[in-house]
């Protein structure tokens, strides 16, 4: 907190100790014992706070931006915008919604409360909470005994290190595909904190598990965990795990293939779309999706093989059903460095067509987001078959639990690179593949979001549109097609892996 801030602060906390509870067009945040007013309104029986307000006394404004009816408030770790009159805004590049719209009065943004407060605790590095009654901000500064994160590489292996206010017990437990979960008794996590410190160097995932009497970390590492030491050090107090190199000389005396991770980009998981069950989209003189997707996969695998650099893996080799939680498995089990997953498109409008490359993001668009309710489908088809109570035909609209699923959920850790990929395929698909170019457009689509790797999903053209459904099945379209992914991994290859 800044001086100015802090005076700010007392100077609030003086005026606002002379009323016990907010009045109407006022609401109070309390922070370390100290009082403070900030505007606000009840709309409805909504009560509306100044973010603007708030974010002054709680510190770590760097900047407010105002574009048309955008509003942007960046700190440390985060980037939120907001757009006036609508009840979404976004956090870095993920969409969320906070039920009642975003407000501007006297220069000042105000959102409301009660929906707003709990998701922005999520990320705040410390507790924060919306009291209702008293019309009260509380912001737990004190709250959190396990701080901070920090992942770094020496010389002969990899430093963890999890910061404390003071020395905790705890547990370290390695499980299967190199998790390090450490488990810390009494521990209260500072998630957004140590959220922030997910490095891909290092790791596949990061994980955080607050439970009433423990809190947990989790990290998949991108090294084989065969050893580690471990201690509590101090000042400051922190948990330190060291994990020493495997000797790789070593383990190349093992006769089995080294698939693990390691720096190398040679891993490639290619996914055909839909298969068994789950045909796809049917194309007007009867083409299937599902075969469709498999023959350019089959292709795409045969060129991949040629070139000796890269393993190869499919999540179908025939039609087959498999779920694409069964599909994001199959990806992570083997390491992969590279997902492509296959489609063709369709429309209701016959004559749309052209190829598209996505990756995952929240969507932009009604047209994107069109596309992955189609090809997320599959996933709530499962899950409604396992559960025998929700009626499909009720839950054949798919916009909310895809949107409320995947909001929560959408991973950001490959999306820079994963955006690269597309990238790559896009100059490709443009050299290579003689149909309409879309190209490139994000949207959330499950399959990819569950991969730990930088992915993408390719609709190849249109099966709904005659020609292209007629382009499609031949073969020399589908080699071009294979071609150009397989030319935009080469790419990627020699882009990344010598970083
Ligand atoms: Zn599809």
């Not at 005994?145 to 963890?160: F, R, Y």
């Amino acid at each position: 907190m800044s001086h100015r801030t802090l005076k700010t602060l007392l100077i609030m906390a003086a005026i606002a100790a002379l009323c016990g509870r907010a009045a109407a067009d006022k609401a109070r945040v309390v922070i370390s014992g100290a009082t403070a007013e900030i505007q606000a309104f009840d709309e409805r029986q909504v009560t509306f706070i100044s973010f603007s307000g708030l974010a002054e006394v709680i510190g770590g404004v760097a900047d407010w931006k105002m574009v048309g009816h955008e509003i942007e408030y960046v700190n440390d770790t985060n980037r939120f915008t907001f757009v006036i009159g609508s009840p979404f805004f976004k956090r870095n590049d993920s969409v969320f919604n906070m039920t009642y719209l975003a407000e501007f009065h006297d220069g000042q943004l105000y959102v409301p409360a009660a929906t707003f407060i709990p998701f922005f605790n999520q990320v705040f590095p410390q507790k924060i909470s919306w009291i209702k009654d008293s019309r009260t901000v509380r912001v737990e500064s004190e709250y959190f005994n396990v701080t901070d994160l920090s992942v770094s590489a020496k010389a002969n292996g990899l430093l963890i290190e999890i910061f404390l206010t003071s020395a905790l017990a705890y547990d370290i437990f390695v499980t299967e595909g190199n998790w390090i979960n450490v488990s810390i008794r009494d521990g209260r996590l500072n998630t957004p904190r140590i959220q922030s410190r997910r490095d891909s160097r290092y790791m596949y995932n990061l994980k955080t598990h607050q439970q009433k009497e423990t809190g947990q970390v989790s990290i998949r590492l991108r090294r084989r965990v065969e050893r580690w030491t471990h201690k509590i050090q101090e000042d400051p107090p922190r948990i330190q795990i060291s994990i020493p190199d495997v000797n790789f000389d070593l383990v190349q005396v093992d006769t089995s293939p080294r698939i693990g991770p390691d720096d190398k980009i040679d891993i490639v998981v290619i996914d055909p779309g839909h298969g068994g069950s789950h045909y796809g989209a049917i194309g007007p003189k009867g083409s299937r999706e599902k075969d469709v997707a498999l023959d350019i996969a089959k292709e795409l695998a045969k060129l991949i093989r040629k070139d000796k650099q890269f393993k190869v893996i499919m999540t179908r080799d025939r039609d087959k059903t498999v779920t694409l939680q069964e599909r994001a498995d199959a990806a992570n089990e083997a390491q992969a460095d590279l997902f492509v997953s296959i489609h063709a498109n369709s429309s209701v409008k016959r004559h749309v067509r052209g190829w598209n490359v996505f990756f995952l993001a929240p969507a932009k668009n009604d047209s994107a987001r069109a596309v992955a309710q189609f090809e997320n489908s599959a996933f709530f088809r499962d899950k409604f078959n396992e559960n025998p109570e929700m009626d499909e035909d009720n839950g054949g609209s798919f916009d909310d639990p895809i949107l409320n699923i995947l909001n929560e959920m959408i991973m950001t850790e490959f999306q820079a690179e994963s955006h690269d990929f597309a990238m790559m395929m896009d100059r490709e698909f443009r050299r290579h593949v003689r149909i309409p170019a879309r190209g490139v457009d994000q949207a959330g689509f499950y399959v990819l979001n569950m991969v730990f790797a930088p992915s993408v999903l390719v609709e190849a053209g249109f099966i709904s549109n005659v020609q292209e459904e007629k382009l499609l099945k031949q073969k020399d379209y589908r080699k071009k097609v294979a071609q150009a992914i397989y030319n935009a991994i080469k790419r990627f290859k020699n882009k990344y892996e010598n970083q």
